[in-house]
């Protein structure tokens, strides 16, 4: 069976593109989902195929002429509810060198200031014949909402407290390229847990490639339940940063505290924050991880953020490679059916 | 679809032999220009590559740069095919510009996988001269593209495949023909 759908997909290849009929040396494991929604939703497969395709658009961002035609004539929409410097920029510049053309909308200065319901929005830019939707929104699970009323790709840029899987690919691409793999590694995922979209999505993404996941914050930011993901938890700093591999230090989102659940700056940082002295004690050259904007004194000392274990802003190189990777994927994704064809 | 396999055409020695010309075809041709470089196309082309500056170095002792070009983000039919390919880096670690720019292929139908190695190459810098070196050219081009230097011209119907197979790759040295013997469902 798997024989003849190879020698089926070689004709039909030969028909359309062909090389002469040679045949692909590794058999290619195919992207067959309209959207990215979140990490949960993917196979340790189509992660992998992300990471590796990742890695060869890094390589196009080191040429001279760091721009490729593969996404030429499509056009992709930042739709961002949220404010974000960032993801928005990152995603902006990795469709522009993907020759891909881009619009940003942003909350304050369209249409959802009068009103418009997500799905509006989202069918509106269907019908301007949008290929990609790139979404970003207070509301966990708006992204998936978005993608089920759209025959267009999602993306999801952050939803509420839900996922933001490109920043967990991200993540995971960087400790790949630092550490040489995944599987077995110690990471510790330190900070307001309860409120991290970021935390989740690395969670789901580590756990899938077999690496041993801790979490660690003050109790009031751990949310019940969260070692059904098969992570430890601790809300002891020395006992997450114990083994660790590596560590990935979120923000405190203060602005997300409405019952007074957050410690105060001061207190975190002499209990939960990152300095050289505990990096030290704990031994191992721990790589340090932070998805940014970084407050420092909070999360981690000025030394620890600019220090040499830190990969902080080889991650916001990453990040354009890896949705370069994403939107090239999705935007030439193929319906799977049952039978695999 | 199914494939028979009709006819063996070139063998391990058949396609070492191929290659020993087309290298002394290739230095023949530059001249001791000293700016020769080869450019293989993946996925078979890499290794002719490879096997082609090897050559170059065993008869001139002159070792000539090697780069690796992947064209899939090239492609001008990324939305038609039925499979994604899966992407690979592109290894061209020296300056093209100026250089004298052999790209090496498997075989050599359509034109169009030349034209994407092309246009990706133009991106790269502005080599003073590209040329074409394939093990097998059979046919049927859909662009005005010529290849400088061929192992075997082989006709072909456009109902049959030519499969290449490398060591490095296949672990044999061998070209076949095969034809599309019918439907299968």
């Known amino acids: ?205 580590l756990t899938k490639l077999g690496a041993n996941v801790t979490v660690c914050a003050p109790r009031k930011l751990i949310p019940a339940g969260i070692e059904k993901m098969g992570v430890r938890v601790t809300s002891k700093l ?89 939107l090239y994927l999705v935007a030439h994704w193929k319906r799977v059916d049952a039978e695999g064809k | 679809m199914t494939f028979k396999e009709k006819a063996k055409i070139m063998d391990a020695d058949a396609i070492q032999r191929a290659l020993i010309r087309i290298s002394h075809e290739i230095l023949e041709k530059d001249k001791n220009t000293g700016n020769l470089a080869i450019i293989g196309i993946r996925y078979r082309g890499e290794f002719l590559a490879r096997r082609i500056v090897e050559n170059i170095k065993k008869i001139s002792k002159k070792s000539v740069p090697l780069g690796i070009l992947d064209i899939t983000l090239y492609r001008d039919d990324l939305t038609e095919i039925a499979e994604q390919p899966i992407l690979k880096e592109t290894i061209i670690d020296f300056d093209i510009t100026g250089k004298k720019v052999v790209l090496a292929d498997d075989v050599l139908f359509t034109g169009r996988t030349i034209r994407c190695a092309m246009d990706q190459l133009i991106d790269f810098g502005r080599p003073s001269v590209i040329q074409l070196a394939v093990l097998i050219d059979r046919g049927h081009r859909e662009l005005p593209i010529r290849a400088d230097y061929v192992g075997k011209n082989v006709p072909t119907s456009l109902n049959e495949i030519v499969e290449v197979k490398l060591r490095e790759a296949d672990k044999i040295d061998e070209v076949v023909i095969c034809e599309k013997t019918g439907r299968k469902k």
């Open chain 1, 238 to 326: 020395d006992e997450a940063l114990k083994d660790a591999d590596a560590i990935n230090v979120l923000r405190m989102q203060f602005e997300r505290d409405k019952k007074g659940n957050f410690p105060s700056r001061i207190e975190y940082f002499k209990t939960f924050g990152i300095t050289e002295e505990r990096l030290k004690k704990a031994g191992k050259n721990i790589v340090v991880m932070h998805p940014g904007p970084i407050n420092r004194g909070v999360e981690m000392s000025a030394e620890v953020a600019d220090g040499a274990n830190s990969v902080i802003l080889e991650q916001v190189t990453n990040g354009i490679a890896v949705r370069m990777a994403i």
């Open chain 1, 1 to 205: 069976m798997t024989k003849l759908l190879y020698v089926k997909k070689r004709e039909e290849k030969s028909e359309t593109f062909s090389k002469g009929g040679s045949v692909p040396a590794k058999k290619a494991v195919a992207w067959g989902k309209k959207d990215l929604l979140g990490l949960e939703y993917l196979t340790k497969e189509e992660i992998g195929l992300i990471l590796e395709s990742a890695k060869s658009f890094k390589e196009v961002l080191a040429r001279p002429l760091r721009k490729v035609p593969a996404l030429r004539a499509k056009t992709v929409v930042n739709l961002f509810y949220e404010p974000s410097t960032r993801t928005r920029t990152s995603f902006e510049l990795a469709a522009k060198r993907l020759s891909a053309d881009v619009i940003n909308i942003a909350k304050e200065s369209s249409s959802i200031q009068k009103g418009e319901t997500l799905i509006d929005t989202g069918r509106n830019l269907e019908a301007l014949k949008i290929d990609i939707i790139v979404v970003r929104h207070n509301a966990s699970g708006a992204a998936m909402m978005l993608a089920r009323a759209v025959d267009i790709s999602v993306i999801n840029a952050g939803d509420g407290w839900h996922e933001h899987p490109t920043q967990a690919l991200l993540d995971i691409f960087t400790l790949k390229e630092k550490l040489g793999k995944i599987n077995g590694l110690n990471v510790s995922i330190i900070g307001d847990i309860a409120h991290s979209r970021v935390a989740r999505s690395n969670i789901w993404g």
